[in-house]
């Protein structure tokens, strides 16, 4: 089994969180300790190409940020450091280098720090309802331009939103990527690079109920939970963000 996290922005303190998804440093930092010493520390990307990387025991686990804000270099990183552990960045191209966001020079020393800078699309645009061209612009185009930096090595994708189907699948195995994170609930016990699952922290999740989240105990009774969850979502996704 191979434990996925997903994050999004970073706030110094509980008073700056603005959005749902928004956790403070002092929350990512107990996150990662109690990850490490319950899952061990971060697999190789790649570790997805070895079908049998995800059978029996648990593995490893895989910490992912999604938006690419510039909050990732300045909080989480150094926390990662800190705990010996390294983090996997989904960036958006046409974003990078604009206010609030991380620039191409931190991108490129992530990576040569050992982290992992891949793709969250070119615009952060939800990919499940573009038609074929578009789709395969906003695949293509991201990896094109992460590989003429030197990043996106592993060739993975995370959908934005994690909005995805059997064309996105498609389209993104079509465009070059290996691998594409999810934000399917589960646990990976059956490895799938192009469908993997992961667990979402936010506002909600991030305190005391972290712990028992990134547990495999009950787990087909959080998967029943979340799937309801994930698919209010993909067919009501107004009516599913007014009830967060």
Same mark, same amino acid.
């Given at each position: 089994?191979?434990?996925?996290?997903? &994050?999004?922005?970073?706030?110094?303190?509980?008073?700056?969180?603005?959005?749902?998804?928004?956790?403070?440093?002092?929350?990512?930092?107990?996150?990662?300790?109690?990850?490490?010493?319950?899952?061990?520390?971060?697999?190789?990307?790649?570790?997805?190409?070895?079908?049998?990387?995800?059978?029996?025991?648990?593995?490893?686990?895989?910490?992912?940020?999604?938006?690419?804000?510039?909050?990732? &270099?300045?909080?989480?990183?150094?926390?990662?450091?800190?705990?010996?552990?390294?983090?996997?960045?989904?960036?958006?191209?046409?974003?990078?280098?604009?206010?609030?966001?991380?620039?191409?020079?931190?991108?490129?020393?992530?990576?040569?720090?050992?982290?992992?800078?891949?793709?969250?699309?070119?615009?952060?645009?939800?990919?499940?309802?573009?038609?074929?061209?578009?789709?395969?612009?906003?695949?293509?185009?991201?990896?094109?331009?992460?590989?003429?930096?030197?990043?996106?090595?592993?060739?993975?994708?995370?959908?934005?939103?994690?909005?995805?189907?059997?064309?996105?699948?498609?389209?993104?195995?079509?465009?070059?990527?290996?691998?594409?994170?999810?934000?399917?609930?589960?646990?990976?016990?059956?490895?799938?690079?192009?469908?993997?699952?992961?667990?979402?922290?936010?506002?909600?999740?991030?305190?005391?109920?972290?712990?028992?989240?990134?547990?495999?105990?009950?787990?087909?009774?959080?998967?029943?939970? &979340?799937?309801?969850?994930?698919?209010?979502?993909?067919?009501?996704?107004?009516?599913?963000?007014?009830?967060?």
């Amino acid at each position: 089994m191979i434990l996925v996290l997903t &994050y999004h922005r970073i706030v110094e303190n509980a008073g700056a969180i603005e959005g749902f998804f928004d956790i403070t440093a002092n929350e990512l930092d107990a996150h990662l300790a109690t990850a490490k010493q319950t899952w061990g520390g971060c697999v190789p990307l790649q570790s997805l190409h070895q079908n049998n990387s995800a059978a029996g025991k648990r593995a490893g686990l895989l910490v992912t940020f999604d938006d690419g804000t510039a909050d990732h &270099y300045l909080r989480a990183t150094p926390l990662l450091e800190h705990h010996g552990l390294t983090g996997v960045f989904f960036v958006n191209t046409a974003t990078l280098g604009a206010s609030d966001y991380l620039s191409w020079t931190q991108c490129k020393e992530l990576v040569a720090r050992g982290h992992a800078v891949e793709s969250h699309s070119h615009d952060h645009v939800l990919l499940n309802g573009l038609a074929g061209d578009e789709l395969h612009r906003q695949l293509t185009e991201s990896r094109r331009r992460l590989k003429d930096a030197g990043l996106g090595r592993g060739d993975l994708l995370a959908p934005p939103g994690g909005y995805w189907n059997d064309s996105v699948t498609e389209a993104a195995k079509n465009s070059g990527y290996f691998a594409l994170r999810t934000l399917e609930w589960g646990y990976n016990r059956n490895l799938a690079p192009l469908r993997l699952q992961s667990i979402t922290v936010n506002r909600k999740t991030a305190g005391k109920w972290f712990e028992p989240l990134i547990s495999p105990r009950f787990e087909t009774a959080k998967q029943f939970f &979340y799937g309801a969850k994930e698919t209010l979502k993909q067919r009501l996704p107004g009516f599913y963000r007014h009830l967060r």
